[in-house]
Every structure is written in C-alpha cells, then in structure tokens.
C-alpha cells in the first residue's frame, strides 16, 4: 500500500538523486537532503563572514558552530515527530505558551527595559520564542479543520488566535517579534484562501491604525528607531550611525567587494553589533554585490525548497503549516537586509543562521525540523 | 470519501497552489526590491561611499564620565581622581606592532601581563582605536618618552585620571577598590556604556554601588583623514559624570579604631543604633588598596594572599566566628520573654553542668570553682556556664533557634558590601538537612553559650547588639548615607531602610538584660570593669570562642599555646546605656580573654565617638 516516495514530483531539485536506497534511507532518518544541504552551506557561509566580523577571534566562531551544531540536532529530533502527532499537541503547546507570556509579563525578569525572560531557575527561556512555532502551528490547526476558503467565523476566531499572543509579546515590549508572529499568523489564512478583498481592507485599515500605534502603542525607544530610519542624519550618534555606518559599508564593497578579513568600515560603531544584526554589512564590505547574491540565492534556494515541500504536504494542515514557515522565514531575512541597507527602520531583528547568537537560531531550526518532519512522513497512496 | 469530498480536497489544493505561487511571486519581487537597494549602494553610489570610506571617516570616540567621589560623613576624600598618564597605541599608524613593542620595553618597563593585555584589546577594538598599553607612567618616564616620541609615531602619551585612596589600608575594607575591566566584568556590565572606560569597581562601596559611581559615557564625533588623525569635531554629547557618595563612616573613629587593634587580627564594627548607619568598620590587617589600581604586581600580589594573616579577608562581614559568650544577653532575654526564667531564678554553679539526659560528658564552666548562686544578673556579669547550660536545657533548640533570628543571627544583614557572610544559627532542621543527623540535647546545652555550630560575623553581631539597645528595632546596616543628585548639586539623602520591629512581651525584660550588661562593665566583679569610665554608661558583654575544642579533663593553659590556636576574644557593647548612640561588636582573633584584649578597643572607639558628639 504505502511506499517512500522516491523522486520529485515538482521539478528537478539538486542533491536529491535517483539512488532510491539512499533516499529509503534519508526518509527513514526523517532527513530531507535538498533542506538540510542548503542550511548547512549557509550556516558555513556564515561562519566564514562571523571569522571576519567578530575581529577574528577564533573562540567566537566555535560557540557559534556549536549552537549551529544544536540546532541541526533540535532539527533532526524535531523531524522525527510526524505530522499528526504536532497537530495533537498544538492546542496544549499553544495554551502552555499563552500561560508562559502571561507569567512573564506578570513576573517576568526585566531586561534591557523590556520584559522577554521567564526564570525557570536553571533555565532562562523566552515564552516568545515558543509562540513563533506554537502560533502557525494552532492557525493551521484550527483552520484546516473547516474547508477553504475559510469563512468570517474561522477568520474571525483564528485572528483572535493569532492576536491574544501577538498582544502580549506587543507588551512586553517586543516589536519585532510580535511582528514576525502576527506575520506567521496571516501567512496561513492567506494560504487558506481568504479573500482578496479582505487582503485589501485589512491593508487600508493598517494604513489608518499606524497613527494610533504610534501614539498609543509604541514606546520612545521604538518611536525613536523609525525617527531614526526616516532620517539618519537626525541622530548620528545614536541608531543613526549603525545605519549611515553600515550603507558606507556596504557601499564601499562595490561589485566584489574589498575581500574577506580586508574590511575596514564593517568594524561598526557598536563592536556587538557588526557580528550580530548588522553581520550582513559585513558580508556587503567584503564580498560585494557577488557575495550578496550567492546568500540572496542560498536563502531562495530554501524558501523555494520550503514552499516545494508545502506543495507536496498530503493534509490542509501540513500545507499550512510549512507554507507559513517558509514565508516567515523569509520575512526574517528580508527584514534584517532591508534594515542593514537602510530600507527598513532598525528593528533588531538577526539575519537568520548567519548572526551570532542563539535564542531565535534554535527555534528557527526547529521549524525545519518541522518541514522536513511534514515533508518524509507522506505516505504515498496507491490509485 | 465521497466524490464531493474529493472534489472539495481538489478545489483546496488547487486553490492552495494558486496562493502559495503568488506568494513565492512576491517572496521573488521583494527579493528583487533588496537587490535593487543593494545594486544602487554598491554600483550606482559605490563611488561616494568608497570616498566616504577612504578619505573623510567619521570616528565616534568615547569620553569616560569621571568616577564619582567618595566621601566619610564628615566630608573627609576617601577616594578621589588624580592626574596620570598612561602610553596609548593606534594600531593603524604602527607599521611594525612588534618592533615597536620591542623598542618601547627598551625605554620603559613595560611587564608581560601589560603585554598580553595590550594583544587582547588588539584584537577587540577598532584599528584606529587608541589602545592602552602602560598605565601610572612616572614623571619620569613620561619625560623619557617625550625626549623619544619621534621615533613612535603612533604611539602617545595620554593625560588621564586615576583613581586614589589618601587614606590607603585605612578604607581598603570600607571602600574596596577599582581595578582594570576583566573579562569576567565584560559579562556583567552594559558594554556601551563602558566604552573608554578602564577601570571598574572590584570591591567594597566601589563595587556594590558602581552604577552610580560610574556615570554614564559620552561620545565625541570627529571626522578624521586616512590615518585615524582628528580632522575636526563635529558634535558632541558630554559624559554624565558618576555620583560623589558619602558614606556613613567616620573615618576618624575608624583611625581610633584600627590603631587600638595595634599588631592584632581582628573585626570592629560600630553602627547608630537608631539609623543602622555604620560608624566603623574595620578588619585587620588591612592592605593598601592603591596597589589594585595601576594593577597589582604578582609577586605582591601573592604575598597578600597567600599571607596567613590573610589581609585581603574582610573578616567584618566575611569572617564568621562562634560568638561565645557575647551570645548569653540574647539567650537570657529569650528565657525572661519566653516565661522560662524569672530575673530572679538562680541556679547553684559547682563549675560543673549534669544534664538530666543521658551523656557522655560533664559540661564544664569556665571556671572549674564554680560560680555558686548565680541569678540572671550575675550569669551574665560573670558570664557564668552553667546557667546558661540550664537555661538552654529548658528553651530547647527550637525556642533558642526562632528567638535569635529575630536578632539577625544565620542571615545575611543586607549591608550595601558584597560577599557578606551569613553565619549560622544551627536549628533541628538546618542539622538533618545538612548533615542528615537528629539534633542531639547536649548540642542545646552549647548553644546557649555561643559555641557548638552558631557562627556569626562581627557585622551581625553589631546589628544583634543594636537591636538590642533600641529594645527590638532591628535595622539593615547601611554605608551609604547621602550621593549628589543627578542633576544639579544638590544632595540626595538615603533613607535608611525601615525597621524591623520584634513583637516583645514586656520591656522590664530587656531593661533587666541591659541592667546586668551595664554591670559588666560599672559592676565591681564585671568581666569588662576596666573601662568603666565616670562620663557615661556602657552596657556590654564579653566573649571567648574556643579555637579548637578541649579535651575532658584537660587544662587550658594559654601561654603554653602557640598563638595561633589561641581563644578569640570578642565583646559586644553599647552606649550611654540609658540612650544609646553607638553600638560596637568586635573580635580579635587568638585574643585569649574577652575582657582584657577585648573591651579596652571597644572602650577607646565608644569614648571618641562620644566625646567628639558631645564635643561638636
């Protein structure tokens, strides 16, 4: 009855090979290779510019092989639960992360002006980061159990869903990741099918709310920043440096950059800043247009694989849920680029496996493992 | 399935494919918009961020806040700013780092630890960032350098501050000291704002109220030509300097103090009883914080610590000793509070204590004659075992345990200080938790007299003593008494915290206890008569903690015991008895009798405080 799939239904994808024993065997370890080769050669890649943009201290790269090495095991234990077995814990792990955000925020440790850390005595852990998984996961949950396109009860329901935990990441205050989650959230009825007209009325409707966040909502600091990004010259000694810093940067890299180690404006104002969310200037310094494109390329060659597999998902909800994964990461990306080069205001947010650093790395890591999990538990039925 | 099902399933997917192309369009046009932005920085600008990058490069530099003052509450400088001069390296104008590190250690003394130090910044900082290599340069060789500075380019003498204790072994156990920022202190500490900063609060006040000590950086934004060289300014944001912090202490008792502990080991500190505020805290030996400062040498610094008068040990709030008799006032006001003894109870003293349990051994007064009757009074004006053997018996453990807490005893007191001890006030559960073993009724009978497992620190005892003077208002010690506001000149006054006041039965008790302490010192057969003086009253007690323990039987015989493995002495006090304004708890270690090493320190640092009150 049921076989592994051996092949690719959707076109020709690199390091996937017709050598069905080895494929049996990758399927049977839960292992996608097209995915799990494309995060790796990025993850070297970063390394490589995380050499150059920490000062070249060698310790530095090795912790963050280290958490990378983590990661791919998060990934790769993540990938061995099937499908139907997340799609049965999402409601709890949903609740359990509500319970923590609102732990945090009535007792939760205050750090950097902001509170994001729950203490679980040994243990200090960001309920947010949990609700980047525990949201697209209870989305799809909810809304594949109607049929799509969903109607304005489901919709209704689901942005409930998605905007209880949006709002309490909004108060503690973390922006960017309230942002990122809400995003995840809205990628799944947008897949789901809702209507176009409802896309656009919700567009409009942001573009009369921006006001009032702006006024009611955000905080200084976070006012600060898109003052910043509006204009830079305004606080040149503040955000404002990071950003002319880092366009003088990227700009002087030209077509081929000045060559690795040989940058000199990527040592930043901010000497933590150039190796974590401003790591990408480094790469435009010394690697040029050329460096970019190959990670520009890289990252697409993994949400292309992402959405590949969200295509080939056999339920509503695997559908969903990878095609929601996929999206936000590339949200990510497209956020921290946009910053760096000026386009987008400074929101924090790290280039994903390429900053150092590893609260969000693991979480991300876990979403592929979600995707490769959706992607070799299929079952092929025979017609 | 049925086929409307499977119709259904079909029209989702197709749907589903329609949406996930769309977004894979937009995932492709966004991606398009960033190489757009990315095309028009480094093909259509790169020639004027190349220019920006090369020849006009806007540096952002640091400038330190100046370290707040400290002051004694007489507005007497313990630690202050001085002018020194440190040799200062920018790695991009050095065209041979190693030559010139070469050349450099040939003029000046220049050791290895300056070195790996100065290679670790290397690797940390920009490289037109100024790197320190040599701090405290002398006139000297400042002038050496001068005469050769053509031959360094790159390299510079910077004028800097440094910081200084005038008064040196004085503070160094108040005060603490500051020293260079450690990778350790890295981890701890908001990075920005330590930028150009060098130093940082290690101990004492200079580490527990670092943040408002520090201040908070300012940045100078310069443009600058190719090699790092200042073009013009461009803008600045001056540093908000530290706070200046007065402490509580008064630096004069504390000089009366330290010299009346002359060559001995040990701890006083004097606090008001009412505020908490400390007058005097002091553990000796003591060392000269200043050697910290520049950075210790390590010959030097391995004498200090590895010295078994060990001076670097804040014994005042780190040493934790069994408190002896001093403990006796505290157990006699729990049996009087409790309903076990009346003020008028006596017990006949042979010298000897036959519990009614079982036991292996007499328990001994320190006087093998014996006290005979003894009364609450005279147990503690004589500072009688035995009675205090009978007295514990009847509390038992639990009673004790719960009744001296309330005085502070086995917890930390909160003192503005780091690394305070907590002592130990042992209890039937503290025992099976730790040791795993039942609490035994001749570990009461020790109890009672100070010794067995209770330790406190000389801190705990002045707050215990203090709480006693005011009739049960327990405060948290503090040092800090008043700092500069942060803006404009005016000063802030710290509150001291509120108190804590213990639920007491009848205050006739506690007039009864200060009453017999009063006769240790103004009583004609007190243990501490020899600083009675006419001026006013003290009320205190006196102590001796064994070292090790005797044997049964066998004779102590201190001027056969090597120093070392002396008693120590220890006395608690305060005064004038009737309205205390000073309470002193002090040990010097291996002192052998509370009464004579003891009370006399006590008797010096009460009458000075006093004098000098009445005086002013």
Redesign the interface.
């Known amino acids: 009855m049921a076989e592994p799939q051996a092949g690719n239904k959707a076109g020709p994808v690199p390091f996937a090979s017709a050598d069905p024993h080895r494929d049996r065997m990758l399927q049977r370890l839960h292992i996608d290779l097209p995915l799990l080769a494309g995060l790796m050669i990025l993850s070297g890649f970063g390394l490589v510019i995380l050499y150059s943009a920490g000062g070249q201290d060698s310790a530095l790269v090795v912790r963050q092989a280290l958490r990378l090495a983590i990661g791919f095991v998060v990934a790769l234990l993540v990938a061995q639960i099937p499908p139907h077995g997340l799609k049965h814990w999402t409601p709890w792990l949903y609740g359990f992360g509500l319970l923590l955000l609102v732990a945090v925020l009535i007792s939760g440790e205050i750090g950097k002006g902001a509170q994001r850390w729950l203490n679980l005595g040994l243990l200090r852990f960001q309920p947010s980061e949990l609700m980047k998984i525990a949201v697209p996961l209870m989305a799809a949950h909810y809304v594949s159990r109607f049929h799509f396109p969903p109607g304005p009860r489901v919709i209704a329901i689901s942005t409930l869903l998605i905007a209880l935990p949006v709002l309490l990441i909004v108060e503690q205050p973390d922006l960017g990741t309230a942002l990122l989650i809400a995003s995840s959230g809205c990628f799944v009825l947008l897949l789901a099918g809702i209507s176009k007209r409802l896309i656009l009325s919700v567009i409009t409707l942001q573009a009369v709310a921006a006001p009032l966040i702006w006024y009611f909502v955000m905080h200084d600091y976070q006012r600060r920043r898109v003052i910043t990004f509006l204009n830079p010259e305004n606080d040149p000694l503040g955000a404002g440096y990071h950003i002319i810093q880092s366009k003088i940067a990227i700009g002087s890299g030209g077509w081929f950059g000045k060559g690795w180690l040989n940058g000199t404006q990527a040592y930043l104002d901010f000497l933590p800043e150039s190796s974590t969310d401003f790591i990408f200037a480094v790469l435009g310094e010394e690697f040029g247009l050329m460096g970019i494109l190959a990670l520009l390329a890289c990252y697409l060659y993994i949400v292309w694989r992402g959405m590949q597999i969200a295509l080939q998902a056999q339920d509503s909800f695997s559908r969903l849920l990878a095609g929601s994964l996929t999206l936000t990461f590339f949200i990510y990306l497209f956020v921290n680029i946009g910053m760096v080069s000026g386009l987008l205001p400074v929101v924090g947010l790290p280039l994903p496996l390429i900053s150092y650093g590893g609260s969000s790395m693991v979480t991300m890591m876990a979403a592929f493992g979600i995707l490769m999990s959706i992607h070799t538990h299929r079952k092929l039925v025979s017609t | 399935m049925s086929d409307k099902e499977i119709i ?1 399933g079909y ?3 197709q ?6 192309i769309a ?2 369009i937009v ?2 046009l ?2 398009l ?3 757009a ?3 028009y ?3 259509l ?2 020639q ?3 220019t ?3 020849n006009n ?2 540096t ?1 530099s640091p400038v330190p806040p100046t370290r707040g003052l400290i002051y004694d509450r007489n507005g007497v400088i313990l630690a202050e700013n001085v002018p020194a001069y440190r040799l200062e390296l920018i790695p991009e104008r050095i065209a041979d780092m190693e030559m010139t590190l070469h050349q450099l250690r040939r003029l000046i003394p220049i050791d290895d630890r300056d070195i790996e130090r100065f290679h670790r910044d290397l ?5 037109f960032d100024s790197i320190p290599l040599r701090m405290g340069l002398s006139d000297e060789e400042v002038a050496i350098f001068a005469a050769n500075r053509y031959r360094f380019p790159g390299v510079e003498i910077q004028a800097g501050l440094r910081r200084h204790y005038p008064l040196g072994r004085l503070t160094a156990h108040v005060v603490g000291y500051v020293g260079r920022i450690s990778e350790s202190d890295l981890g701890t500490i908001d ?2 704002n330590y930028r150009g900063s060098t130093h940082i609060g290690k101990t004492g006040i200079e580490l527990s109220h670092e943040r408002i000590l520090h201040g908070t950086v300012g ?1 100078l ?1 310069a443009e600058t030509d190719v090699l790092g060289r200042r073009l013009r300014i ?2 600045q ?1 001056p540093p908000r300097p530290g706070r200046d912090l007065w402490l509580s202490i008064d630096i004069r008792l504390q000089r009366i103090a330290m010299e009346a502990f002359g060559a001995e080991n040990g701890a006083l500190v004097a606090m008001d009883p009412a505020s908490g505020e400390i007058l005097a805290l002091v553990s000796m030996p003591s060392y000269d914080p200043n050697l910290f400062v520049t950075g210790i040498d390590s010959d030097t610094y391995d004498r200090l610590r590895n010295s078994p008068d060990r001076p670097l040990f804040n014994r005042a709030i780190k040493g934790q000793y069994p408190p002896g008799s001093t403990i006796k006032p505290f157990v006699g006001l729990a049996g009087l509070e409790l309903g076990k003894i009346g003020s008028d109870d006596a017990v006949i003293c042979r010298g000897v204590y036959i519990p009614e349990f079982p036991s292996k051994r007499p328990f001994r007064d320190w006087k093998r004659s014996g006290h005979g009757y003894t009364d609450l009074e005279r147990s503690i004006v004589e500072s009688c075992d035995v009675y205090y053997y009978e007295l514990a018996y009847r509390l038992g453990i639990d009673r004790i345990s719960s009744f001296l807490a309330r005085f502070g005893f086995g917890r930390p007191t909160g003192i503005d200080l780091p690394g305070e001890a907590s002592g130990l006030l042992p209890s039937r559960e503290w025992k099976q938790r730790k040791r795993g073993q039942p609490w035994y009724p001749g570990e009461t009978l020790i109890t009672g007299i100070g010794q067995g497992y209770t330790l406190a620190t000389p801190l705990q005892l002045a707050v215990a003593t203090a709480t006693l003077a005011t009739g049960g208002r327990r405060r948290q010690p503090a040092l800090l008494r008043a700092s500069t506001a942060i803006h404009g000149n005016s000063l802030q006054t710290h509150q001291p915290r509120t108190a804590n006041q213990m639920s007491i039965i009848d205050h006739a008790n506690w007039r009864t206890i200060t009453h017999s302490m009063v006769q240790v010192v103004h009583g004609p057969r007190g243990t501490a008569r020899r600083i009675a003086t006419e001026r006013f009253r003290i009320a205190g007690k006196t102590g001796t903690s064994q070292v090790f323990g005797l044997k049964e039987d066998e004779e102590y015989d201190a001027s056969k015991l090597a120093k070392r493995l002396r008693d120590h002495a220890l006395f608690i006090a305060f005064a004038p008895a009737e309205n205390p304004r000073i309470a002193v708890a002090l040990i010097v270690e291996n002192g052998g009798s509370g009464g004579a090493v003891a009370s006399p320190i006590a008797g010096r640092v009460i009458e000075a405080y006093l004098q000098e009150r009445s005086d002013g």
Not at chain 2, 123 to 127: A, N, V
């Open positions: 259904h029209r989702e997917l749907l589903f494919k329609i949406r996930a977004a894979l995932v492709l966004l991606t918009v960033l190489v932005r990315l095309f920085l480094q093909v600008s790169h004027r961020f190349t920006m990058s090369q490069r806007v952002i690797r940390r900082k920009r490289p990075t920005t940045y934004q461009l803008n944001t």
